[in-house]
């Protein structure tokens, strides 16, 4: 993927900004890096995210508690993991 690298660092930047309390929706990260067109560059941010959960980096979560990333149905956020 070609934004990787990007797409994870503004990932993890605005998860470490926010902290394990407040999350982020992923259109918020496509939207910052690609203002024109952040429609088409969802599926890659979602798949980073997935990426940086799988890690234990953040943690992915809907209506506020973590969800199977191999399921995903529906919005989602992302957050830091609380310590």
């Not at 067109?37 to 995210?49: N, P, Q, S, Y």
């Not at 953040?58 to 989602?76: F, L, M, R, S, Y």
């Amino acid at each position: 993927m070609q934004h990787y690298e990007k797409i994870a660092a503004t990932i993890l930047s605005i998860a470490i900004h926010r902290g394990a309390e407040k999350s982020t929706c992923p259109s918020e990260i496509a939207r910052q890096l690609f203002p024109d067109g952040w429609r088409k560059h969802m599926k890659d941010v979602l798949e980073v995210a997935i990426d940086l959960h799988n890690e234990g980096s953040v943690v992915i979560t809907q209506k506020g508690i973590p969800v199977d990333v191999e399921n995903i149905k529906g919005p989602v956020r992302i957050r830091m993991i609380p310590q």
